[in-house]
C-alpha cells in the first residue's frame, strides 16, 4: 500500500526531553513537509524539505529540528527549547516541489507534561 | 490580514440541504488552489483542486474568481456523513511555492 506512515499515533512525554516523531512515505515524492496544529487553529508549517539533504525553516522553526538523509523519511525533533510542545503534528508529502497537492499522514499527538 | 480567510462557523445544516462556503486569500500571485476536509482529530483529506473555469466532482462544485480573490465549495444533498471541517488552500506564491492552509469551516449536518 502507498502512502505516508507516522509513529506513534499518541507520544506522552515530560518536560524538557527531547523527542523524535517519525515520517514515512513509499510514494516517491520529493517533497515533504511538517505541520503543527491547535485546537481550532489551522495548520502551521514548521520545517519543508524538497529533496533530500536539503530542507527549509517554515514559520514556526524555533524548537524544532529535522533531518532528510533519505527520500523516504524525514524524522522531526521537538527539542525542550520548544515552549508549547503540546500538538498534533502533521506530516505531508508532495510529488513536486513546492505549490502541488499536498497528502498527509495520519498525525502524532503530542502531550508534553 | 490573514493570508486565507475563511468563516469558522459552525454552518448547522438538515441533510439534504444545499451549503456554500468561502474564503478569500490575500497573495494575487497564487496559482494553485485547493479544498481539503478534515474529520475530527484525523488528517486533512484532499477534496478537490479548483480550477480557473470552475469544476463539479458529484454533489461538490467548486469555483475560483481571481478578480475578487476568493474561493468556494458548494455542496448538494448534504449527506451526514458530510459533518467535517472544510480547509481552503492556496499555494503562497512564495519563495518555495508553499501551500497556505485556511482556519476551516466547520459543517454539521443533522437528520
Known amino acids: 500500500d502507498g502512502g505516508i506512515t507516522q509513529s506513534p499515533k499518541y507520544l506522552f512525554r515530560k518536560e524538557g526531553q527531547n523527542v523524535t516523531l517519525s515520517c514515512e512515505q513509499n510514494l516517491n515524492h520529493d517533497a515533504m513537509y511538517w505541520y503543527r496544529q491547535d485546537p481550532g487553529q489551522g495548520l502551521r508549517l514548521i520545517y519543508y524539505?524538497?529533496?533530500?539533504?536539503?530542507?527549509q525553516k517554515g514559520d514556526i522553526a524555533e524548537g524544532y529540528s529535522v533531518s532528510r538523509e533519505k527520500k523516504e523519511s524525514f524524522p522531526l525533533t521537538v527539542t525542550s527549547a520548544q515552549k508549547n510542545p503540546t500538538a498534533f503534528y502533521l506530516c505531508?508529502?508532495?510529488?513536486?516541489?513546492?505549490?502541488?497537492?499536498?497528502?498527509f499522514g495520519p498525525g502524532t499527538r503530542l502531550t508534553v507534561t | 490580514r490573514k493570508e486565507v480567510e475563511q468563516d469558522p462557523g459552525p454552518f448547522n445544516v438538515p441533510e439534504g440541504a444545499t451549503v456554500a462556503f468561502n474564503c478569500t486569500y490575500s497573495n494575487s500571485a497564487s496559482q494553485s488552489f485547493f479544498w481539503y476536509r478534515q474529520d475530527c482529530r484525523k488528517e486533512p483529506k484532499l477534496l478537490m483542486s479548483v480550477y480557473s473555469s470552475g469544476n463539479e466532482d458529484g454533489r461538490f462544485t467548486a469555483q475560483l474568481n481571481r478578480a475578487s480573490q476568493y474561493i468556494s465549495l458548494l455542496i448538494r444533498d448534504s449527506k451526514l456523513s458530510d459533518s467535517a471541517t472544510y480547509l481552503c488552500?492556496?499555494?503562497?506564491?512564495?519563495?518555495?511555492?508553499?501551500?497556505?492552509f485556511g482556519g476551516g469551516t466547520r459543517l454539521m449536518v443533522k437528520p
Open positions: 488552500v492556496v499555494n503562497g506564491g512564495n519563495a518555495g511555492n508553499m501551500l497556505t
Open positions: 505531508a508529502s508532495s510529488m513536486y516541489r513546492g505549490g502541488g497537492e499536498q497528502y
Open positions: 524539505s524538497q529533496i533530500v539533504n536539503d530542507f
